[in-house]
């Protein structure tokens, strides 16, 4: 793996939530900047309030994505300007048209950036889905809007936590429409995208792949559902006469107990949204940071959303009690620096084999 120290450029978050007051806590942190070069993205005079309500004593650099320089290690943390409509643009706390239109335009910008090679990745601070489309954005999050603007046709979800790495095989979905969306192809599909993430970032290509059932006790041989014997099961077998070591399915009340710790373990697939999240969140919130795979770059983002009822209260963020934490977001930028070291400048493939 190459010691070298990656450029990461992180986006602001909706600016109306909590994502500036955490980024300007974390960005000059020594132990992160030893790590890798960070910039920031977003909207300066927004940022410039965020540095001085959380008592930063950070400097910017602005500069426009055409000027951005990954390998200028001047004073001052690198601010790459997406919008100045500035603060009377917003409404704390209050997802609006005006916040949503500056998150989206940091996140197109980070794109584009990561796209050319111009930085090694992108982490990204909460927003919200309202705010996206009150602007004109239809896209519901982070990974279908990223998924849209590289082209990439298919993307996945990855949270990468302290103990395990679980991929979901579908995401924001009503429990009740779950069984319906899982089929033998999309499901094996998911598993080409595990095997490919543990060869894309060196996790080791021959690890484990384990699938989680979605019924109680994987079924129980078909007493508690099907989906086991009539999905689940051919799809691990798909996946297996494909070189990948899938295994399952096993039932998910035990198998963190049982499995977490082997060392060959690579990614554990998990069949819905909180079967996933919660096993990633047992740390707490902040522990995981999510990954998302299918793009032609690295993408890490905090494990939680932009909790506009904490945003911008009061003063002295950085030292005031129960100021929202930067947590998530050290450990986002702390996995997605890895990841960059991980891959360095080869093209991630996310065909299997």
């Known amino acids: 793996m190459s010691p070298r120290r990656p450029t990461l450029l992180v986006t602001m978050g909706d600016p109306a939530g909590i994502g500036p007051e955490i980024v300007a806590r974390v960005v000059a942190m020594p132990s992160l900047r030893r790590a890798a070069r960070l910039a920031v993205a977003g909207d300066p005079d927004i940022f410039d309030r965020a540095l001085r309500h959380a008592g930063a004593r ?29 603060w009377a643009s917003i409404s704390p706390g209050t997802p609006t048209e005006g916040s949503g239109r500056a998150s989206a335009l940091a996140i197109e910008s980070a794109a584009r950036l990561a796209t050319a090679g111009r930085v090694d990745g992108i982490v990204t601070a909460p927003i919200s889905k309202q705010a996206l489309r009150l602007a004109g954005y239809p896209h519901p999050g982070h990974t279908e809007f990223l998924g849209a603007l ?22 924001h979905l009503p429990l009740r429409a779950v069984p319906d969306a899982l089929t033998v192809a999309s499901l094996r599909r998911t ?10 970032f060196r996790w080791g290509p021959r690890r484990a792949v384990a699938v989680l059932g979605l019924n109680p006790h994987a079924g129980e041989g078909g007493m508690f559902g099907d989906e086991e014997a009539r999905v689940i099961a051919p799809a691990i077998e798909q996946a297996r006469a494909l070189g990948i070591s899938a295994e399952g399915p096993y039932p ?8 977490a710790d082997r060392h060959d373990l ?34 890490s983002s905090v494990d939680h959303g932009t909790a506009f009822d904490r945003a911008w ?41």
Request: without cysteine; positive net charge.
């Open 150 to 171: 590289t082209g990439s046709r298919e993307t996945r979800m990855l949270f990468v936590a302290r103990r395990v790495r679980l991929l979901l095989a579908t995401v």
């Open 252 to 259: 998910a009340d035990t198998f963190f107990a049982r499995h």
């Open 266 to 299: 690579g990614i554990v697939v998990a069949m819905y949204h909180d079967q996933g999240l919660i096993p990633a969140k047992a740390d707490g919130v902040g522990g995981a940071a999510n990954v998302t795979l299918g793009l032609p770059f690295v993408r």
């Open 191 to 200: 598993m080409e995208f595990a095997a490919a993430a543990l060869r894309n």
């Open 313 to 353: 209260r009061g003063r002295g963020g950085a030292t005031r009690a129960g100021a929202p934490s930067p947590a998530g977001l050290v450990t986002a930028i702390r996995v997605g620096a890895d990841l960059a070291r991980r891959t360095g400048r080869r093209p991630m493939e996310w065909a299997w084999p």
């Open 58 to 86: 950070s400097r910017l650099r602005p500069t426009s994505p055409e000027r951005f320089d990954p390998a200028d290690d001047g004073p001052g943390v690198p601010f790459i300007v997406t919008s100045e409509e500035g």
